[in-house]
């Protein structure tokens, strides 16, 4: 009888642990982190928290285990499975700047950035890329209207089978100030989520109008990320080539006092040049993106 007890409250006791949902949160705003990378360290498990920042421990899981948790704009965590309860913090690597309050009542809008498109990378879920890009003299009191990220939703290798047309993924976009040539501030209140189906535009379009985000001296640095494909329970599919694909460009432009690219794997803080002695093209490339920038008058 004691046998059965015992086993009947094991078993219990890992029905329970397998449905432990466990939220992200950020410490400061106190707002679920949607989407928020998970690794389990010494595994090749890695997934992510889903819409309203929650994830599951399983009960297969070793307790001793430590699970790695980060999000662009977040201080990245480490903590060991058996010590988690049901609640994960992660603080924002700097505070968002102050809130610009703007009089006036004459804007202009110019369109700048890269107007050639040569290429297309399907980057995985487990790579992040970006753009530094700093404003000409005459560009440098203007403020970030929108933002237009091309992409393309065809993968040339991959079959033409019914299933496989079909796609639903998230992207993440994130925005910094830039300070010794590093990205400093989130310039956004959070990393910005776009839902994109194989039924979405080719062009992403990002209203940047309310965050009065201002093109300064010292450049932004724009970071792109393929969280990876929503199944129908919302959950997210890690598949070898998430889709869409960013467009990319040789082509340098003069929009720009400079612009540089970059690239880094999720769980890695260091970012690395994305230049003709990284980049397998054997030449500079550079995600093709353009910006809307508004000057206010007087």
């Given at each position: 009888m004691k046998t059965i007890l015992i086993s009947t409250i094991f078993l219990f006791s890992s029905i329970l642990y397998?449905?432990?949902?466990?939220v992200?949160?950020?410490s400061h705003s106190k707002n679920p982190i949607s989407f928020a990378n998970i690794k389990v360290l010494n595994s090749k498990k890695g997934?992510?928290?889903n819409e309203r920042g929650l994830f599951e421990l399983k009960n297969n899981w070793n307790i001793k285990d430590t699970l790695l948790i980060s999000c662009l704009g977040y201080s990245s965590i480490r903590e060991n499975i058996s010590k988690i309860i049901d609640t994960l913090f992660l603080s924002p690597k700097t505070e968002k700047l102050k809130e610009i309050i703007i009089h006036t009542?004459?804007?202009?809008?110019?369109?700048?950035?890269f107007k050639k498109k040569h290429m297309t990378i399907f980057?995985?879920?487990?790579?992040?890329?970006?753009?530094?890009?700093?404003?000409?003299q005459e560009d440098q009191n203007s403020f970030i209207d929108k933002l237009i990220i091309p992409v393309k939703k065809k993968v040339k290798h991959i079959k033409k089978k019914k299933e496989e047309k079909k796609f639903n993924s998230i992207l993440k976009v994130s925005l910094f100030s830039m300070k010794v040539n590093l990205p400093h501030q989130l310039l956004t209140n959070t990393p910005i989520l776009i839902k994109y189906s194989n039924n979405s535009k080719n062009s992403i379009i990002i209203d940047l109008s309310n965050e009065y985000i201002k093109f300064d001296e010292n450049g932004i640095f724009i970071c792109?990320?393929?969280?990876?494909?929503?199944d129908e329970n919302g959950a997210i599919i890690n598949k070898l080539n998430p889709r869409p694909g960013f467009v990319f460009t040789d082509k340098k432009t003069k929009d720009f006092n400079n612009h540089k690219a970059f690239y880094k794997t999720k769980f890695n803080n260091k970012?690395?040049?994305f230049d003709e002695k990284t980049s397998f093209f054997k030449k500079d490339v550079f995600?093709?993106?353009q910006l809307v920038l508004t000057t206010y008058g007087n």
């Open positions: 397998s449905q432990k949902n466990i992200v949160i950020d997934f992510h928290t009542k004459k804007p202009t809008f110019k369109k700048v950035g980057t995985g879920t487990n790579l992040q890329i970006a753009l530094f890009i700093s404003p000409k792109l990320e393929i969280t990876g494909e929503v970012w690395i040049e995600p093709a993106i």
